[in-house]
Antibody, heavy 120, light 111 residues
Framework: QVQLVESGGGLVKPGGSLRLSCAAS????????MSWIRQTPGKGLEWVSY????????YYADSVKGRFTISRDNAKNSLYLQMNSLRAEDTAVYYC?????????????WGQGTLVTVSS | QSALTQPASVSGSPGQSITISCTGT?????????VSWYQQHPGTAPKLMIY???KRPSGVSDRFSGSKSGNTASLTISGLQADDEADYYC???????????FGTGTKVTVL
C-alpha cells in the first residue's frame, strides 16, 4: 500500500534552517508529481510547493518563494523540502503528498505530517 | 491569493443531506473546473473525496458528490453518517502564478 513518511521536523529559531524528508513506498515514486502542504490551526491548509516527476518543474507558494527549495531523489524514493530563513509564520504541520496522475493540485495520498515550530 | 470561503460549521442528523459551499473568485473557482475536496478526521491526514469538481476517487462512497456554479463549488453529503463528522476543505487551481488555494475549512457535525 502507498506510504508516505515525513521526518525532519522540530524546533528551530527564527532565521534558522530545517530540511524535511519524505520516504515513499508502495508505488512507483518516479512516475508521480509530489507536493508539500502545510497546516496551521489559524490558517488551515496551505499548498507550499510542487515538483514534477523528473524534477524539471517546480512551483512555490509566494509565502515561501526564495526561502524554500523542493527536491527529490527518485533512486531513493524520497522527497525533500529545504527550508531557510524560517519565520514564526512557518510554524505548521508539514505534509508530504502524492499528486494524482500528472495533476498539480489533486493530492490522493498524504503522509502523517511532521511538526515544524519556529520560535526563539 | 486569499483562501476560499467556507462556512465554519455545518450540521445535520443521521440520514439527512448537507451541503458545504466553497466560494472563490473569477480567478480561481470561477475559471477552472479544478476543484477538489478533502475530508480530515482529528489527528489524521486529509483524504481526497472529490476532484475536478465532481469526480470521485475509487473507494469513496457515492454519498459524496460535488458541483459548481459560477464562483462557488459545493460538496453534498447524502445519507449522513456518524463517520462523516470531520473537517472538510476545498481546493482550487488559481492560475499559473498562484497555482493553488485551499478553503478555510468546514467542521461537519452529525447531531
Amino acid at each position: 500500500q502507498v506510504q508516505l513518511v515525513e521526518s525532519g521536523g522540530g524546533l528551530v529559531k527564527p532565521g534558522g534552517s530545517l530540511r524535511l524528508s519524505c520516504a515513499a513506498s508502495g508505488f512507483t515514486f518516479s512516475y508521480h508529481y509530489m507536493s508539500w502542504i502545510r497546516q496551521t490551526p489559524g490558517k488551515g491548509l496551505e499548498w507550499v510547493s510542487y515538483i514534477s516527476s523528473g524534477s524539471s518543474t517546480v512551483y512555490y507558494a509566494d509565502s515561501v518563494k526564495g526561502r524554500f527549495t523542493i527536491s527529490r531523489d527518485n533512486a531513493k524514493n524520497s522527497l525533500y523540502l529545504q527550508m531557510n530563513s524560517l519565520r514564526a509564520e512557518d510554524t505548521a504541520v508539514y505534509y508530504c503528498a502524492r499528486n494524482y496522475a500528472s495533476s498539480m493540485l489533486i493530492f490522493d495520498y498524504w503522509g502523517q505530517g511532521t511538526l515544524v515550530t519556529v520560535s526563539s | 491569493q486569499s483562501a476560499l470561503t467556507q462556512p465554519a460549521s455545518v450540521s445535520g442528523s443521521p440520514g439527512q443531506s448537507i451541503t458545504i459551499s466553497c466560494t472563490g473568485t473569477s480567478s480561481d473557482v470561477g475559471s477552472y473546473n479544478l476543484v477538489s475536496w478533502y475530508q480530515q478526521h482529528p489527528g489524521t491526514a486529509p483524504k481526497l473525496m472529490i476532484y475536478d469538481v465532481s469526480k470521485r476517487p475509487s473507494g469513496v462512497s457515492d454519498r459524496f458528490s460535488g458541483s459548481k456554479s459560477g464562483n462557488t463549488a459545493s460538496l453534498t453529503i447524502s445519507g449522513l453518517q456518524a463517520d462523516d463528522e470531520a473537517d472538510y476543505y476545498c481546493c482550487s487551481y488559481a492560475g499559473i502564478s498562484a497555482l493553488g488555494v485551499f478553503g478555510t475549512g468546514t467542521k461537519v457535525t452529525v447531531l
